[in-house]
């Protein structure tokens, strides 16, 4: 069976810190990989997909970067933290053309930046 | 681009069955799902229509109509655990990649 990993689970880093969340996913080959962020009670904002290897496209200007350096492994990172970036990061994955448009979540991340 | 509405927030009683609309605006538009998320949670998947009519699993049911550009969530026999928030997604645009509206939160209370 597939399943998903995040870590950290909770994290609190200071403003101008550098940031690297990962994503794993296991018993799956070839999967479609997303980051999104969620601000508190409000949606999930989509910030980075892949559809392969070194394949990431960005869909809101930040400071955010992503890689996927292994066909099953995200990364979300960033060289220097901002207020705004606190909030709650989900990574989830789904088969690539699938007609039922179902993504699987990971646990997630909750992230405060001080 | 593509834009959502679902209504911020529903309350009902435990046994009760409430519905939850959700109107879209998008262009090559493939299908409209619907997931579950409880607070701290991560979001799970309850359903997907990509064409016109109700699917049914369980006491959750979906409703689509393409030509409205709406659909709703029904959930029946409501019981405590069915309070979370519930977010609507479409795929549209060439991709499967969903966009999802801001959610909306059932309040159950006995």
């Known amino acids: 069976s597939q399943t998903i990993h995040q870590w950290p689970a909770t994290l609190v880093q200071p403003v101008g810190s550098p940031l690297s969340l990962e994503c794993t996913v296991e018993g799956t080959s070839n999967p479609n990989l997303y980051w999104y962020r969620q601000a508190a009670g409000r949606g999930l904002q989509l910030l980075f997909y892949?559809?392969?290897?070194?394949?990431i496209s960005s869909e809101v200007p930040q400071n955010l970067s992503a890689s996927r350096p292994q066909d099953r492994q995200f990364i979300l990172s960033s060289k220097k933290l901002l207020l705004s970036d606190s909030g709650f990061y989900l990574c989830?994955?789904?088969?690539?053309?699938?007609?039922?448009?179902?993504?699987?979540f990971g646990p997630g991340t909750r992230l405060t930046v001080l | 681009g593509q834009s959502l509405e679902q209504p911020s927030e529903v309350t009902a009683v435990e046994g009760a069955i409430v519905q939850i609309n959700c109107t879209y605006q998008?262009?090559?538009?493939?299908?409209l799902s619907w997931y579950q998320q409880h607070d701290g949670g991560a979001p799970t998947f309850l359903s997907y229509n990509a064409l016109d009519g109700l699917e049914e699993t369980g006491r959750f049911s979906s409703f689509l109509s393409r030509s409205d550009s709406y659909g709703y969530l029904l959930l029946q026999e409501l019981q405590m655990k069915d309070s979370a928030s519930y977010f609507c997604?479409?795929?549209?645009?060439?991709?499967?990649?969903?966009?999802f509206g801001r959610g909306t939160s059932l309040i159950v209370h006995p």
């Open positions: 989830a994955w789904q088969l690539p053309g699938q007609g039922s448009n179902e993504q699987f």
């Open positions: 892949s559809v392969g290897i070194g394949q």
């Open positions: 998008t262009s090559g538009f493939y299908g």
């Open positions: 997604a479409v795929a549209s645009g060439g991709s499967y990649i969903p966009t």
